[in-house]
T-cell receptor, first 114, second 114 residues
Framework: AQKITQTQPGMFVQEKEAVTLDCTYDTSDPSYGLFWYKQPSSGEMIFLIYQGSYDQQNATEGRYSLNFQKARKSANLVISASQLGDSAMYFCAMREYTGNQFYFGTGTSLTVIP | DAEITQSPRHKITETGRQVTLACHQTWNHNNMFWYRQDLGHGLRLIHYSYGVQDTNKGEVSDGYSVSRSNTEDLPLTLESAASSQTSVYFC?????????????FGPGTRLTVL
């Protein structure tokens, strides 16, 4: 079974609108972390946001927030007020701390339309 | 400023040749990782190290080897390059002393095996 599933290969959003990128995960490890990375066309991987499995509050970092629904095993990334520079690939990842494993999803390509 | 660098950034080689990709980080992170990125697969873990003299196999380790003789460097060696190893290779590092153990990535190496 896939450890990280990103079901949206491509997404479009109007500039200044909000967009949600979906991520579901599969783990039996009680201690894990969820990460989102951005990969622009230049190719580098940029860390955006982190959510720990024991965190009670959803993580936020500027215009990025993580909608963490533990029972549903989902960790969706919400980008508010989209900007043209947000056009990129977005990867969801999970770190299993007990098992010492790290997994990436296949990514979602986001295009922001002016 | 602390950073993680990879060299070369682009490499073309022939089938059967030995190739070594360099990764150097100045964050003094104890953990280092090598991934390959291919279309439709996201990032897949090749090898990782949790400290000097420690190395572990990842999901796609066949045909690759690593060695960790100091904290800063984790070179990746393709013992006999194959066309299936044409890919973009990313090195990453993290500090397990932090709560999140977030991985930070190098700029990537594009390898073409002819």
């Amino acid at each position: 079974a896939q450890k990280i599933t990103q079901t949206q290969p491509g997404m479009f959003v109007q500039e200044k609108e909000a967009v949600t990128l979906d991520c579901t995960y599969d783990t039996s490890d009680p201690s894990y972390g969820l990460f989102w990375y951005k990969q622009p066309s230049s190719g580098e991987m940029i860390f955006l946001i982190y959510q720990g499995s024991y965190d009670q509050q959803n993580a936020t970092e500027g215009r990025y927030s993580l909608n963490f629904q533990k029972a549903r095993k989902s960790a969706n990334l919400v980008i508010s007020a989209s900007q043209l520079g947000d056009s990129a690939m977005y990867f969801c990842a999970m770190r299993e701390y007990t098992g010492n494993q790290f997994y990436f999803g296949t990514g979602t390509s986001l295009t922001v339309i002016p | 400023d602390a950073e993680i660098t990879q060299s070369p950034r682009h490499k073309i080689t022939e089938t059967g040749r030995q190739v070594t990709l360099a990764c150097h980080q100045t964050w003094n992170h104890n953990n280092m990782f090598w991934y390959r990125q291919d279309l439709g697969h996201g990032l897949r873990l090749i090898h990782y190290s949790y400290g000097v003299q420690d190395t572990n196999k990842g999901e796609v380790s066949d045909g690759y080897s690593v060695s960790r003789s100091n904290t800063e460097d984790l070179p990746l060696t393709l013992e006999s390059a194959a066309s299936s190893q044409t890919s973009v290779y990313f090195c990453a590092s993290s500090d397990s002393a932090t709560d999140t153990d977030t991985q930070y990535f190098g700029p990537g190496t594009r390898l073409t095996v002819l």
